[in-house]
């Protein structure tokens, strides 16, 4: 168990629908990473939040969102679904110091969305 | 910005025979290196790393990987596969330094592991 927590496990919608997924990070973590694992695509990196703040993007579509709140915990909003979207997503957290130290993420377990 | 390239998609191989599944990176900057593994229906579960130091790295459950910068690799190995390493095994590398960074993620191998 890597202490970070994701909900839904699975959530199954249709077209045209959005859904929002959520992630605790392990307790103390400040950064807060989304991943999408796709057929097609493999693992990619979404976007990063630290302390509430967006760092890095990844190949995010407009259509989707995410936000991290004062309790770090995340959510990532994904809007006019397409059957494309069916993917896993996942959510790792790390502690997020900065300066020239390796920072481990750990990942959660994944929300399965399935469009259809 | 950096690239992962696994060169195997799949990799069968019969169980207590050794296995290598092969990682090559593309980066301008230092990084650092890793292998995932993922059993089916399981999220991602970290084998090992490589931050600095010696270039032989050992990992959870008898795995191995070996970093060497002139050819830009990272092989993963064991020696002997069990029944229970079929899994997707992930190579991964991100940027050293400046903190807290995203993971670049190869394609996968799939490995099979026959009785």
């Known amino acids: 168990d890597s202490g970070v927590t994701q909900t839904p496990k699975h959530l199954i919608t249709a077209t045209g629908q959005r859904v929002t997924l959520r992630c605790s990070p392990r307790s103390g973590d400040l950064s807060v990473y989304w991943y999408q694992q796709s057929l097609d695509q493999g693992l990619q990196f979404l976007i990063q939040y630290y302390n509430g703040e967006e760092r890095a993007k990844g190949n995010i579509l407009e259509r989707f969102s995410a936000q991290q709140f004062p309790d770090l915990h995340s959510e990532l909003n994904l809007s006019s679904l397409e059957l494309g979207d069916s993917a896993l997503y996942f959510c790792?957290?790390?502690?997020?110091?900065?300066?020239?130290?390796?920072?481990?993420?750990?990942f959660g377990p994944g929300t399965r969305l399935t469009v259809t | 910005a950096q690239s992962v390239t696994q060169l195997d998609s799949q990799v069968p191989v019969f169980e207590e025979a050794p296995v290598e599944l092969r990682c090559n990176y593309s980066?301008?900057?230092?990084?650092?290196l890793f292998w995932y593994v993922q059993y089916p229906n399981q999220g991602l579960q970290l084998l090992l790393k490589?931050?600095?130091?010696?270039?032989l790295v050992k990992g959870i459950n008898g795995f191995e990987a070996e970093f060497n910068k002139s050819q830009t690799s990272f092989h993963l190995r064991k020696p002997s596969v069990h029944i229970s390493d079929t899994a997707e095994y992930f190579c991964?590398?991100?940027?050293?330094?400046?903190?807290?960074?995203?993971?670049?993620f190869g394609q996968g191998t799939r490995l099979t592991i026959n009785p």
């Open positions: 490589y931050l600095s130091g010696s270039t």
């Open positions: 991964a590398v991100s940027a050293r330094g400046r903190g807290a960074q995203k993971l670049v």
């Open positions: 980066s301008s900057v230092s990084v650092y």
């Open positions: 790792a957290s790390s502690v997020g110091t900065s300066g020239n130290f390796y920072d481990e993420q750990y």
